[in-house]
Every structure is written in C-alpha cells, then in structure tokens.
C-alpha cells in the first residue's frame, strides 16, 4: 500500500524560502523507473507540476520556476525535499507530493496536500 | 495558462452519460499513449481514474472510460450519480517539455 504525506510550514513570510518535506511509504526510491513528483493548485485553480525527482537522481524542474526549486531524496528515509525560494503570496497554494511509476511522469498516488501560505 | 485544453464545465442528469475532451498536441496527447486523468472532490487530493488513455485502477468504476483520437483525449461518466459531481484533469508526457502536462480542469454538475 503505498502513502505519501507531505509536511512543512503552513504560513511564511515574502522572500523566505519555503522547505517542504515528502514523507512516503510502500515503495523504494531505489526502483528502477520510480519516481516522486511536487504538484501544487493555488486556491481555486488548477494542478500545476513543480519538480519531479527519479530513483537515479535524474530532477526535472518547471521551466517557469527552475531557478527556485531544489528537489532532493533521501532513500533510507524514504523522504523527497523541495525547497522554493524567494517565496511571494502567489505561491499560496495546496502542495502535493505524488508517486511516478515510470518514466511516462504520471502521477497514480497522490499525498493529502498541505496548504502554504504566503503573508506577511 | 494549461498546455491541454478542457472545458471549463460540463453537466448532465443522474443516469445520463457525459464526455470531458483535453485537447493537446502531437507532442503530448497526440504522440503518446501516456493521458491520465484525475477527479478531485472538494478539499481532497486527485484521484487517479484512468491511466494511459484507457485503462482504469483497480476499484475504479467501470462507468468511467477514456479514449482517444489524434490530438484529443476524452474522459466519458456513464450512468452519472451525484457522487461524480468533482472536478476532472487531465494530464500527459510530453517531449517538449522537461515536465509533463495537466489540463485546466472541468469541473462536473450533476443536475
């Protein structure tokens, strides 16, 4: 069965980098082809892709917001970080991690979400 | 603004049938059989219902079907039930991108 549960400050300030921290269950970063994915919906509108992390480190990050992301795994915590920079109110939003069965990037397993706000 | 095109909402009749299409390209929905779709209730996180194009996990139910033809990939609800009143996304690969792709999102009314 496989969880996942994202964690992290619900409030920060503009400017402050915001750590978001993925923390998942019955399955191994180690597994050819696995991967964990940062989804986020800002209140009201749509899904929008983040970063994406594989089992062999391969990292895909939005083009819109690459110089700002960093996604890292720690396999024998089964743990997957994302961290955004330079943090202002439009990044308010309910972020997901999701679990990537394969290199297609789709996601089938998906966290409950936690909502960041963005206010100082 | 998402790179598939959805409608912005449907609606239908308890029993009836309804049809979401996300609309992309041939370097995402066109080109590969990789189109997924999700239900999201209120509050809640997506749902998986339908994997590459067609397929559907096991517990999803058989009243949910997709398909797809050239560049547009659709999402059919037969006998609608007010529990299917969600909002629905699409999403696919794509080689143009370092990412893939979600739709803007439909969002059901069961009448």
């Known amino acids: 069965q496989i969880t996942l549960k994202e964690s992290g400050p619900t409030l920060v300030k503009p400017t402050q980098t915001l750590t978001l921290t993925c923390t998942f269950s019955?399955?191994?970063?180690?597994?050819?082809?696995?991967?964990v994915g940062w989804i986020r919906q800002p209140p009201g509108k749509a899904l929008e892709w983040l970063a994406l992390i594989y089992w062999d480190d391969d990292k895909r990050y939005s083009p819109s917001l690459k110089s700002r992301l960093t996604i890292t795994k720690d396999t024998s915590k089964n743990q997957v970080v994302l961290t955004m920079t330079n943090m202002d109110p439009v990044d308010t939003a309910t972020y997901y991690c999701?679990?990537?069965?394969?290199?297609?990037?789709?996601?089938?397993?998906w966290g409950q979400g936690t909502l960041v706000t963005v206010s100082s | 603004q998402s790179a598939l095109t959805q409608p912005a909402s449907v609606s239908g009749s308890p029993g009836q049938s309804i049809t979401i299409s996300c609309t992309g390209t041939?370097?995402?929905?066109?080109?590969?059989?990789?189109v997924s779709w999700y239900q999201q209730h209120p509050g809640k996180a997506p749902k998986l219902m339908i994997y590459e194009v067609s397929n559907r996990p096991s517990g999803v139910s058989n009243r949910f079907s997709g398909s797809k033809s050239g560049n547009t990939a659709s999402l059919t609800i037969s006998g609608l039930q007010a529990e299917d009143e969600a909002d629905y996304y699409c999403?696919?690969?794509?080689?143009?991108?370092?990412?893939?792709?979600f739709g803007g999102g439909t969002k059901l009314t069961v009448l």
């Open positions: 999403s696919s690969y794509t080689s143009s991108s370092t990412l893939e792709v």
């Open positions: 041939s370097s995402d929905v066109g080109g590969y059989n990789y």
């Open positions: 019955g399955f191994s970063l180690s597994t050819s082809g696995v991967g």
């Open positions: 999701a679990h990537i069965p394969d290199s297609y990037g789709q996601p089938d397993y």
